[in-house]
């Protein structure tokens, strides 16, 4: 698989359990994204990074914590999550462009189930 | 908050016919509109986009229209076919770099009847 890769793509765990999700991008995007996908809402934008550094942070619960090492890897670290935390978690990339617009290219998500 | 709303939350068709998404957003520094496909099983991929300077955009099938006074864009699909049955998400975004805000609609999920 080329272009955006995510690992685990399955994952399941219990409340008390530390785990992280892997992300990587193979297109030489400098911004990456981690959004939550659930059936009540079905593309939540959860964390930006551009240039390595996290530009957006939409309230998520501490129990996310994210980490960008460099341009091409990001991480998604989970602690003590909750049942409701259960949802499909998609990494995307992009090439910031200087002006307007940007496609996102997203991986193919990670199925996670909090027991 | 800002947000954008997506209408209809599932819309089913006829093979053949015309399918018409509609999204409007709330603000007004908004300049860029995509448009994202997802098929059961797979990842959102951009179809289409417009930007705040432009207001029609076409594709072979797939057109896009935005009205900025109404703040509201949407989606045109002609001559449907069956792999055209997928959920499709509007977003709007503001600014201009990597770390500009996207917002997304909640999906469409499109049938098209054989």
């Known amino acids: 698989e080329t272009g955006v890769t995510q690992t685990p793509r399955h994952l399941v765990m219990g409340m008390t359990n530390k785990k992280s999700l892997k992300c990587e991008q193979h297109?030489?995007?400098?911004?990456m994204y981690w959004y939550k996908q659930s059936a009540k809402k079905p593309l939540e934008l959860m964390f930006v990074?551009?240039?390595?550094?996290?530009?957006e942070n939409n309230s998520v619960p501490s129990r996310f914590s994210p980490e960008c090492p460099n341009s091409s890897h990001l991480f998604l670290h989970l602690h003590t999550l909750q049942p409701e935390d259960s949802a499909l978690y998609l990494c995307a990339s992009s090439q910031d462009p200087g002006g307007q617009g940007y496609e996102q290219y997203f991986g193919p998500g990670t199925r996670l189930t909090v027991t | 908050g800002e947000n954008v709303e997506q209408h209809p939350s599932t819309l089913s068709v006829q093979e053949g016919d015309s399918a018409v998404i509609k999204c409007t957003y709330s603000?007004?520094?908004?300049?860029?509109f995509p448009w994202y496909k997802q098929e059961l099983g797979k990842r959102p991929q951009l179809i289409i986009d417009?930007?705040?300077?432009?207001g029609e955009k076409k594709d072979q099938r797939i057109a896009v229209t935005l009205n900025k006074t109404a703040k509201h864009f949407s989606l045109h699909i002609t001559e449907t076919q069956p792999e055209d049955s997928a959920v499709y998400f509007c977003a709007s975004t503001s600014g201009y770099s990597s770390a500009s805000k996207i917002i997304f609609g909640s999906g469409t999920r499109l049938s098209i009847r054989p």
């Open positions: 603000d007004s520094a908004s300049n860029y």
């Open positions: 990074y551009s240039l390595e550094e996290r530009v």
């Open positions: 417009i930007r705040s300077n432009v």
């Open positions: 297109l030489g995007h400098n911004a």
